[in-house]
């Protein structure tokens, strides 16, 4: 039995997987409501009627209005959503519970605070932004932003891991297990509203600080922010890197309408829902829009390159493989199915990928293209916050300026490396491994086994392309066997495992939940 690849062995790995993967819950909603803002902001926006004044028909307007106001909403309530969504994404059972309880404890916290500025003759009255503070479910509070929500999503859960079952004296039998949670998660918040009240005006100070250092770094902060973020991916740990810049006042600060909003993506759908916006935020173009040169163009070359690099009588066998992730790549910027299938046969190359995504981010911020995105850089998100945003906004022609070349630049330098260090890319094993065409109820079973059995399985999640499993003992896992299932990659370090299928890893969750009777 042959045994996964490793990436050593620590229990922080497990929990850092499972705290990553969290986020994918709030972080789903995202597209859906960014295309409900793109396209009905863009299409009401006063100097789009301008341009075409055809769309200026009231019922059209009306249901333009609509889809931007609907839109707008959930960004407007990200940190709830986090709250809620890390809660019920950690808990390995009784998940409505914990996210009831995050619910009512983010609500507990922020009302704590606002009694607590009530108090102490704080409570700005006007220009709630410059005074640190903002709204939040119709409650003046502390602009603690995502953050906040994380917090109290974090409180929530190891609150309800360490009370859910807990047993009552008779009389209050009736309050005891699930029932106890969001009680002791309410009393909780109290406390964190009062320390959040005393710690967190302190932290905006420094948050703001570390964003001035951020900036003072120029371009060579923003390559290094790429890179970074690039090399995590192969763990499943980059949400939590580029999360705070995207969310936070890390990410920049700006006054708009009169409110302080705070993290680059909020700041751009801020903008975007503001029809006197002339220019989209200079952040965008530091911690966005680099993604769109990569994954719309770069990686398109690099399939390209492992196609021609082929053995002939491999090449229509590849051809689906590669043209399937590069549609993937280029319309969603989901790039792991890419990624994954040179990363652990041909190291170099995703090192050489990552410095080339880290330039591609450079180039965007020093030629200020600020198209923004709400879950990655694929062309649904350049059409909808770059085209039609127009060019004076974001400088969306500059893409495929730089795009082009950087497709050449991926095609040469990956056919290079390729053949000069005789890289075992697809299409150019020695020995091709059969995998599986079994679906439904077989799959499934062939994925329990390769993991070691049902007993040997303690929760399974996914979130975008991987499966994300927490088992008891790594000894029994087969990667022979999970890759017969269709698997890209396999990662293991302690107790948590990754098994890198693509975008239908959803499917593949269920059918596995179902068997295990989840």
Known sequence: MSQPESVGSSPLFEQAQRFGKSFMLPIAVLP???????????????????????????????????????????????????????????????KGTAGLSALLAYLVMNASISTLLKLSGSLASTNLGAAGQGMALGIQTLETGVFGGVVVGLMSYWLHSRYNKVQLPAFLGFFGGSRFVPIICSLAAIVLGCIMYTVWPHFQQLIFGMGGLVDATGYLGTFIYGFVLRMLGPFGLHHIFYLPFWTTALGGSELINGHLVEGTQRIFFAQLADPTT?????????????RFITMMFGLI??????YHCARPEHKKRVAGLLLSAALTSFLTGITEPIE??????????????????????????????????????????????????????????????VGVPWFCLYYLSFRFMIRRFKFKTPGREDEQEQTTSALGVERAKSI???????????????????????????????????????????????????????????IIKNEIEELLGV
């Open 340 to 401: 994954f299938s040179f990363l652990f046969i041909a190291p170099p190359l995703y090192l050489l990928h990552a410095m080339f995504d880290g330039l591609a981010f450079m180039l965007a911020h020093m030629l200020n293209i600020t198209i923004g995105q709400t879950f990655s850089g694929g062309f649904i998100d350049f059409m909808l916050f770059g085209v039609l945003q127009g060019q004076a906004k974001t400088n969306w022609m500059l893409v495929p300026l």
């Open 301 to 306: 070359g690099a399939c390209l390159a492992i």
């Open 278 to 290: 002339l220019r989209f935020y200079e952040g965008t173009a530091r911690f966005m829009s680099g």
């Open 32 to 94: 859906a409501a960014g295309l409900l803002l793109g396209v009905g902001g863009s299409l009401s926006n006063p100097n789009t009627l301008l341009a075409y004044p055809f769309l200026d028909l009231p019922w059209l307007q009306g249901l333009f209005m609509l889809m931007a106001d609907a839109g707008a909403i959930v960004f407007a309530n990200l940190a709830v959503l986090f709250a809620v969504g890390v809660a019920v994404g950690l808990a390995r059972a009784d």
């Open 448 to 506: 329990v086994e390769g993991l070691g059995g049902a007993s040997n399985i303690k929760d399974v999640d996914c979130c975008a392309t991987r499966l994300r499993v927490s088992v008891h003992g790594a000894q029994g896992i087969s990667e022979s066997q999970l890759k017969q299932s269709g698997a890209l990659a396999v990662i293991i370090k302690g107790n948590g495992v990754q098994v890198i299928y693509g975008p239908h890893v959803t």
